[in-house]
């Protein structure tokens, strides 16, 4: 017999793909009849609101608010930035432990949010970066850090292949594991789901990242495509706003679901997305090898995955 259990499930804001790898886990939570409960910043919490209306909300948990520079060293504005981060990890500390008490919380899983684990509650942490791609100048020194957050979980799961040959993370999520570590394959909204191929549009583009790189390169796939014969689908990445326009060659849509847009990926002549892991793992799942991987400018764990997917 099921012993059911409350679960709170809290993704990091930071681009959509958190949030997209925690669907199937959310679902099947749901399915075995776990009570499950989310939490989320901006567009992470707005993209979960729309797929999972029914379920309930706690406050908003602490936020990273990581930035992005329009140019220049994306490792030295990342820098700056780490006083803001550390701080957000000790409040997600109390965060969690006042949460886990208010909701009676049994179990918790965060995707990439370090500070939340709690004496409370079992605490999971979901990462596929054990050993991120900082410059090789303060790598060993981060990588004390990482693997320790991660031991501060029961359990550590990483989104992989345990075989470094198989995996889709490569040296990412093979190097400086905890000792808490559970390879637990690829999570993606669209494993175990059947589609039928849609030809209505030659190229998809997914746009998505932290702005303001999502807009540059928004507009950048405009401007490339603009007055070509090639019928385009671009989906923006922005779930909190209603955009569908079509102007031309050129579809914009600001969000679709999982049984909408995969017919359509399947289908396209080609597929452009950034380099993120949760895209691959997505396109991994569909069996799609049409895709052209755009790194966002600075940022070295896409421009790895970039290097690390051709080369596999």
């Known amino acids: 017999m099921l012993n059911k259990q409350r679960i709170l499930i809290v993704p990091l804001d930071w681009g959509l793909g958190h949030a997209s790898r925690c669907m199937p886990i959310i679902k099947r939570m749901v399915e075995v009849g776990h009570d499950v409960i989310l939490a989320s910043n901006g567009r992470s919490k707005e ?28 490792a030295l504005h990342l820098g700056k930035q780490i006083p803001q981060i550390l701080k957000s990890i000790e409040e997600e500390e109390i965060w969690a432990k006042q949460i886990c008490k208010e909701y009676k919380i049994d179990q918790i899983i965060s ?15 979901i ?12 790598r060993w020194y981060s990588n004390r850090y990482f693997k320790r957050w991660n031991e501060q979980f029961d359990y550590c799961w990483i989104p992989d292949e345990k075989p470094i040959e198989r995996s889709f993370g490569g040296a990412l999520s093979h190097k400086n594991v905890p000792k808490n570590a559970q390879y637990i ?33 928004h507009e ?14 671009m989906l923006c990445g922005t779930p909190e706003t209603h955009i569908d326009k079509e102007e031309a060659n050129i579809r914009e849509v600001s969000h679709m ?22 895209s691959i793992m997505d396109f991994a799942a569909l069996g799609l090898k049409n895709v052209e991987y755009h790194a966002t400018p600075g940022q070295t764990e896409q421009e790895y995955l970039k290097k690390w997917t051709k080369k596999r």
Request: proline fraction near 8%; hydrophobic fraction near 30%; charged fraction near 20%.
């Open 185 to 217: 394959g690829i999570l993606s909204r669209f494993t175990n789901q059947v589609y039928t191929a849609s030809t209505d549009y030659s190229v998809v583009v997914l746009i998505s990242g932290p702005e303001p790189q999502r807009s540059i390169f």
């Open 220 to 233: 950048k796939m405009k401007r490339r495509f603009e007055g070509k014969a090639t019928s385009v689908l």
């Open 127 to 138: 990462t596929h970066q054990t050993s991120p791609r900082f410059p090789w100048l303060i």
């Open 47 to 74: 993209l979960l609101k729309r797929t999972f209306p029914n379920l309930e909300f706690t406050p908003d948990p602490p936020d990273y608010s990581i930035t992005y520079p329009s140019e220049g060293s994306f």
């Open 111 to 125: 995707d990439n949010r370090y500070g939340l684990h709690s004496s409370e509650c079992t605490s999971v942490i």
């Open 257 to 278: 679901e999982d049984d909408v847009i995969a017919p359509f990926l399947k289908g396209a002549e080609l597929v452009i997305s950034r380099s993120g892991y949760s």
